[in-house]
């Protein structure tokens, strides 16, 4: 019995980075700015600018080419490259258009966040001070935050499995 309830515990806990990392061979301390209204969870993707002293989420959502409401200025990935619309409400399926999206470039992901729980930004941006792995093995299918355009192009030295 007491086992049971145990198990049925770590079932509502949610993930952990122990659910996630299958092993990391270099991580750094660097702060992590959160924007206002999002949440960072257990290995959830990062990208630094400025040679990992600084970093933001680096989650983008998938392209649907059967959506037709992307408001302008959203940004999506598809095929390993961001794409901005530069038109509120392009049609679907014209990510190829350049008159209605901005191809960015290629969509680069160089850490994961090593936090035991999730954190969230409520009403103001935060910044706080976390490690982040920037060479490891992951469980692609226990992050939060996955989509398989994070497997094409993203994680340089971080292997997704």
């Known amino acids: 019995m007491q086992k049971t309830n145990a198990y049925n515990a770590l079932n509502t806990r949610g993930k952990t980075q122990d659910d996630i990392f299958i092993n990391i061979n270099k991580s750094v301390t660097a702060t992590v700015t959160i924007p206002a209204g999002t949440k960072l969870g257990p290995a959830d993707p990062l990208l630094s600018i400025d040679g990992g002293k600084t970093f933001t989420p680096a989650f983008k959502a998938e392209y649907d080419d059967t959506k037709a409401d992307y408001a302008n200025g959203t940004e999506v990935v598809s095929g390993g490259h961001v794409f901005t619309a530069i038109v509120a409400n392009p049609a679907a399926d014209t990510i190829d258009d350049n008159t209605k999206w901005r191809d960015d470039g290629v969509y680069v992901i160089n850490g994961a966040a090593m936090i035991t729980f999730e ?31 994070c497997r094409v192009a993203g994680f340089p030295n971080i292997l997704m499995k």
């Open 119 to 149: 954190r969230e930004a409520t009403d103001t941006e935060e910044s706080t001070k976390i490690a982040v792995a920037v060479d490891c093995e992951l469980l692609s299918h226990q992050m939060n935050m996955f989509n398989e355009s």
